[in-house]
């Protein structure tokens, strides 16, 4: 079988690039273990990386280069099936590309906020740009893939009749390190408004006995600047991907300061190095009450409390712990969840 990825963005996940997503991520880990399993994987995207088991080809350029990159590139390769994510307008060209080559296309929710229809974390996004994704996930479509189960549930009170499937974001099972939780509090996000990096700094200062690190690609200066008032915090703007595990192996805790996500990929990095969660807002189909491996607050002075009675509880601290890593292991899994996806394709 060949599969098709489609994503402008795509490479930065196969490159030594600061501006890698949850998105990236996730296209990466499916099309290198499919390419493992001996399907022939293909990606189109800005730039063409050279990738084991992988073709990858270029379709950057303006909006007629890029359909015509797109029509050409899916009229050759002649996949029998195309996936595509994030709300764009190379997404939108390649499901119309899809259609008039007789392709199937599926589409995987990039963000909580587009299974309620909308293409911007901030706005909402244009109407004209709102009604035609809509359209697309309606009638260009074969299959939508949701992160999690509220995200099928918006789809469905949307009245949107395309098939769905729930294929919670993966990563290979790793073995964790036995390493010494340190007293460090870790955040990792992109520098952009709605994760809300601000609250960080608050909880550095409502919690002077805690050290904080916190890991943002994009951060500003004056930031950074602000960061340095506070004894407690380490700010580092950007760590490769890969190097990412040994921060979460050693934090005492994770925290999530975003008003919504999609289902954030730290959360699964966490959960698979044992390491305890306290969110602000995030907890997609009540996460934590479900699994046990963290907490969500809807407050700051809830996070707080949460926070310092993770540090000083440790029966509670090892449960949080004990549950994490079994939950990782259950539910993302790339090995359980890629056969789900080559399932899904095949009975298309």
């Not at 088991?53 to 359909?67: M, P, T, V």
């Not at 909402?124 to 309606?138: D, S």
């Not at 479509?141 to 992160?147: D, G, K, R, S, V």
């Not at 520098?191 to 200062?205: C, M, R, S």
Request: net charge neutral; glycine share 6%.
């Amino acid at each position: 079988m060949k599969v098709c990825f489609v994503l402008e963005s795509a490479y930065t996940a196969f490159s030594d690039s600061n501006k890698i997503g949850g998105a990236e991520i996730q296209i990466k880990n499916f099309a290198e273990r499919l390419g493992e399993e001996r399907f022939r994987v293909y990606i189109l995207t800005n730039q063409a990386q050279r990738i084991e088991n992988i073709e990858s080809r270029e379709i950057g350029g303006n909006f007629f280069q890029r359909l015509g990159r797109i029509y050409q590139a899916l009229k050759e390769v002649g996949p029998d099936l195309v996936i595509t994510t994030i709300a764009s307008k190379t997404t939108v060209l390649t499901s119309v590309v899809c259609k008039i080559l007789g392709i199937k296309h599926v589409y995987r929710l990039a963000h909580d906020i587009e299974s309620e229809g909308k293409t911007d974390r901030e706005t909402g996004g244009p109407v004209f740009k709102r009604l035609l994704f809509r359209f697309m996930l309606a009638h260009l479509t074969e299959e939508i893939i949701c992160q999690h189960s509220g995200q099928r549930d918006n789809l469905v009170r949307d009245n949107i009749k395309t098939e769905k499937v729930i294929i919670h974001n993966s990563f290979p099972i790793r073995d964790v390190p036995k390493i010494k939780k340190e007293n460090c509090i870790l955040w990792v996000g992109r520098f952009v408004k709605w994760k809300n990096p601000g609250i960080v700094l608050d909880l550095a200062e409502r919690l002077p006995d805690k050290n904080f690190v916190m890991i943002s690609p994009g951060i500003t200066e004056d930031f950074k600047k602000m960061g340095e008032e506070y004894n407690n915090l380490k700010i580092i703007d950007y760590v490769p991907f890969e190097d990412m595990w040994e921060y979460f192996e050693r934090a005492k805790l994770f925290i999530n300061t975003s008003d919504a996500e999609g289902f954030p990929n730290t959360f699964i990095q966490a959960a698979m190095c044992k390491t305890p969660i306290v969110s602000l807002n995030v907890d997609p189909e009540n996460l934590f009450e479900k699994h046990g491996h963290g907490f969500v607050c809807h407050s700051l002075d809830r996070m707080e409390k949460k926070i310092d009675e993770l540090y000083k509880n440790d029966d509670l601290y090892e449960k949080c712990q004990k549950n994490a890593i079994g939950y990782a292991k259950r539910i993302h899994d790339i090995d359980k969840n890629v056969k789900t996806l080559v399932e899904m394709a095949n009975n298309l």
